[in-house]
Nanobody, 124 residues
Framework: QVALVESGGGLVQAGGSLRLSCAAS????????MGWFRQAPGKEREFVAA??????????SYADSVKGRFTISRDNAKNTVYLQMSDLKPEDTAVYYC???????????????WGQGTQVTVSS
């Protein structure tokens, strides 16, 4: 029983930055692993980034296409996960989804909970 609500999508020029937010319901946010995915027209939904729960002790993971440009973080006191996107490129244009799961492996492949998605468009 996890509800995810996203915000922060929009139109950005190439080379610019944008931060997405995803707020989770309930009081168990610190126990779940969180992730971000994206889906462009005509393509399958793909993994972007993941961060473990408050006790995971492992570093966040990223897709090769965004490593060095995107940063995932979380504020457990605010029940919120963020995706800071920098040096944006037109190929980053997609619908971005936040996700959650009790398993760190599953949150990177087939999460049990999804947000509604938010559009990010990068112009050239």
């Amino acid at each position: 029983q996890v509800a995810l609500v996203e915000s922060g999508g929009g139109l950005v020029q190439a080379g610019g930055s944008l931060r997405l937010s995803c707020a989770a319901s309930g009081r168990s946010f610190a126990t779940v692993h969180m992730g971000w995915f994206r889906q462009a027209p005509g393509k399958e939904r793909e993994f972007v980034a993941a961060i473990g729960n408050a006790w995971s002790g492992v570093a966040p993971s990223y897709a090769d296409s965004v490593k060095g440009r995107f940063t995932i973080s979380r504020d457990n006191a605010k029940n919120t996960v963020y995706l800071q996107m920098s040096d944006l490129k037109p190929e980053d244009t997609a619908v971005y989804y936040c996700a959650a799961d009790g398993s760190l492996n599953l949150v990177r492949t087939s999460p049990g909970y999804w947000g509604q998605g938010t559009q990010v468009t990068v112009s050239s």
